[in-house]
């Protein structure tokens, strides 16, 4: 049987082993794995809930689900005011964060001259303690979204780089030496070539930092600023407002899993052809 290739397996080097596309699963069973999710997350909510009944758990060590929904509910007013700022820092830190990543993977590919000079001081970074440099940067900075912005970044940077690097680098030879034949330049390389590749390692990378970039915004939050879902949690906790505190781990939980979520939407239209991609359909 004679197999059609896309513009994409052809330019990307994916025509030495084409293998077709796994059916898509019916549409019951995606909604299944949905609901079973769903019901797992409900169980664990009532057993919660009866241990908390049973044992007489003190509120100060572990409130019920039902006290924390009902701070959620009656103290929305003050979450409201919180997670604002959290979302514009991690969204800011997110873009900058995964942005300066992507230039300077770009720019290793380009010279080795540049790798050699900046990536040990991109791992050196890395392995220092983001809480121990964050009064220093919050006394270059000051207080507020630029410190909290530059935290959430400095966060997203080094996985973005890494896998961003590998990416660019695991080009198909082949393809890349008949693009060289065919006289393409360098941003044709790129464009055609490189950059295709690159993007399933760049979107592991994006779901990774979709979730730290938040964390990364209330880390700074606890030092750098005087609002936000970080801050509340740990002023909530300075005042033994303990139902405050879960409803505040509540709302930064779902805000992470929703920015994963997202990312793995925008995957799954972005790059369709890829087998990854494929097999979860």
């Not at 025509?15 to 596309?21: D, G, K």
């Not at 959430?152 to 393809?175: D, E, Y």
Request: glycine letters at 6%; a neutral charge; hydrophobic letters at 55%.
């Amino acid at each position: 049987m004679t197999e059609v290739l896309t513009e994409q397996e052809v330019t990307t080097g994916q025509t030495l082993a084409i293998q077709p596309a796994p059916p898509k699963k019916p549409l019951l069973a995606r909604l299944s794995g949905g609901l079973l999710s769903v019901t797992g997350l409900i169980a664990v909510v009532v057993v919660w809930q009866a241990l908390t009944m049973v044992f007489d758990v003190p509120q100060y060590l572990l409130p019920a689900p039902s006290r924390i929904g009902q701070s959620l509910f009656n103290e929305w007013d003050i979450y409201q005011y919180n997670l604002v700022p959290t979302v514009i820092e991690a969204i800011g830190g997110f873009i900058i964060g995964n942005g300066v990543a992507f230039i300077m993977a770009f720019a290793f590919t380009r010279s080795q001259t540049i790798e050699n000079t900046f990536l040990p001081f991109a791992v050196a970074l890395r392995s220092t303690p983001i809480v121990a440099i964050t009064p220093l940067i919050t006394l270059m900075l000051g207080r507020g979204y630029v410190t909290t912005i530059t935290i959430a970044a400095m966060i997203c940077f080094f996985p973005t780089l890494v896998n961003t690097l590998k990416g660019l680098r695991s080009v198909n030879m082949q393809a890349l030496e008949m693009m060289r034949v065919l006289a393409a330049g360098e941003w044709d390389l790129f464009w055609k070539i490189r950059f295709p590749t690159s993007l399933p390692y760049v979107f592991s990378a994006l779901r990774i930092t979709a979730t730290a970039s938040v964390l990364g915004a209330m880390v700074a939050e606890w030092l750098a600023a005087d609002r936000g879902l970080g801050f509340l949690i740990l002023d909530a906790s300075f005042r033994v407002r303990i139902p405050l505190v879960w409803g505040g781990i509540v709302i930064t939980t779902t805000l992470a899993v929703l920015a994963f979520t997202l990312v793995g939407f925008i995957e799954n239209k972005v790059i369709p052809w890829h087998e990854s991609v494929r097999a979860e359909e």
